[in-house]
């Protein structure tokens, strides 16, 4: 059974910086998409970041370029989100997702999701 553990949460104030990091098991072997996503309060849940494993290719919502970064650490199969310069509109809880096959966007149906871990952007 697929599960994806999300973890590196928290608060912290403008400018601050976080680390998320999703640990995946049991995933299928045309798992083709590794993404983030986000939803904050009373808003439509929203992509951040996904990744292409088989190319390495990434894509970042406009909202985040420059200020996150995408990576996968192959030994411990761990998708980390880097998020820098965190403003008050990144505040949300994010998901990380996973997507047997076809294309990465993030209007496509991922098949797997974590349980989230809520960031907090506050002064």
């Known amino acids: 059974q697929a599960h994806l553990v999300e973890s590196g949460g928290g608060s912290v104030q403008p400018g601050g910086s976080l680390r998320l990091s999703c640990i995946p098991s049991g995933l299928p072997y045309d798992t083709n998409c590794m993404a983030w996503f986000r939803q904050a309060p009373g808003q439509e849940r929203e992509g951040v970041a996904r990744l292409k494993p088989s190319t390495g290719f990434t894509y970042y919502a406009d909202s985040v370029k420059g200020r996150f970064t995408l990576s996968r650490e192959t030994s411990q199969n761990t998708l980390t989100l880097q998020m820098n310069s965190l403003k008050p509109e990144d505040t949300a809880i994010y998901y990380c997702?996973?997507?047997?096959?076809?294309?990465?966007?993030?209007?496509?149906?991922?098949?797997?999701w974590g349980q989230g871990t809520q960031v907090t952007v506050s002064s």
């Open positions: 997702a996973a997507k047997r096959g076809g294309d990465c966007f993030f209007r496509s149906a991922y098949d797997y």
